[in-house]
């Protein structure tokens, strides 16, 4: 065992489990889960059997990685935040069966309380803002806010807005106020320049 984890924790036969991972009190990680390489699960967090955790990944306190759940490297997943796996669950029909993927690309940030509705692709860096309901896809970079959320501009890898319009015909630049990184916008995408 190359994890630390708390003697509450309860982590199921089968699961895979990177070194240098911690994880905190309460948590259930069930077997057929792969949880990747110095990564932190917060207090009451629980990781479903089919579920993948990429390395360097923060999960906060009483958050629920149902089956179906990837998350990329460097994903962060705020307090209380909300993953689900059934589009339209009833208590009396069962749909396992029906469980839609849902996946959230390197870098990601869900803020506090925000729910991600199955069957979505976060882009990379995107930034989704506290209680914010997605229901829809969400582009490379993009900060999203609201129920349900709407992009309203556009964010750097280290986490600072972007002074870009939404979308634009020609190339237009904006720089990060702290990394000093070139970030390019045509049409409604935007790439980080390479120097």
Same mark, same amino acid.
Request: hydrophobic share 35%.
């Given at each position: 065992? =190359?994890?630390?984890?708390?003697?509450?924790?309860?982590?199921?036969?089968?699961?895979?489990?990177?070194?240098?991972?911690?994880?905190?009190?309460?948590?259930?990680?069930?077997?057929?889960?792969?949880?990747?390489?110095?990564?932190?699960?917060?207090?009451?967090?629980?990781?479903?059997?089919?579920?993948?955790?990429?390395?360097?990944?923060?999960?906060?306190?009483?958050?629920?990685?149902?089956?179906?759940?990837?998350?990329?490297?460097?994903?962060?997943?705020?307090?209380?935040?909300?993953?689900? =796996?059934?589009?339209?669950?009833?208590?009396?029909?069962?749909?396992?069966?029906?469980?839609?993927?849902?996946?959230?690309?390197?870098?990601?940030?869900?803020?506090?309380?925000?729910?991600?509705?199955?069957?979505?692709?976060?882009?990379?860096?995107?930034?989704?803002?506290?209680?914010?309901?997605?229901?829809?896809?969400?582009?490379?970079?993009?900060?999203?806010?609201?129920?349900?959320?709407?992009?309203?501009?556009?964010?750097?890898?280290?986490?600072?807005?972007?002074?870009?319009?939404?979308?634009?015909?020609?190339?237009?630049?904006?720089?990060?106020?702290?990394?000093?990184?070139?970030?390019?916008?045509?049409?409604?995408?935007?790439?980080?320049?390479?120097?």
């Amino acid at each position: 065992m =190359n994890y630390t984890s708390h003697e509450t924790v309860i982590v199921d036969k089968g699961a895979i489990i990177g070194s240098d991972t911690k994880i905190w009190h309460w948590v259930h990680i069930c077997g057929g889960s792969v949880i990747g390489k110095k990564c932190s699960l917060g207090q009451n967090v629980f990781i479903g059997n089919k579920v993948i955790i990429g390395n360097n990944v923060k999960i906060q306190n009483n958050v629920s990685v149902y089956d179906n759940v990837t998350l990329k490297d460097y994903v962060f997943c705020g307090p209380s935040m909300v993953f689900t =796996n059934v589009y339209n669950p009833r208590s009396a029909i069962s749909r396992k069966d029906e469980y839609r993927d849902t996946l959230v690309n390197k870098g990601a940030t869900l803020g506090a309380n925000c729910t991600i509705v199955c069957g979505v692709t976060i882009g990379q860096y995107a930034f989704i803002g506290a209680g914010s309901v997605v229901t829809k896809d969400v582009q490379d970079y993009a900060l999203v806010v609201g129920v349900p959320a709407k992009q309203i501009g556009w964010i750097s890898e280290y986490g600072e807005r972007l002074q870009l319009p939404l979308q634009s015909d020609t190339v237009v630049t904006s720089v990060c106020p702290i990394t000093g990184d070139i970030y390019s916008l045509k049409y409604q995408y935007v790439k980080k320049e390479k120097i």
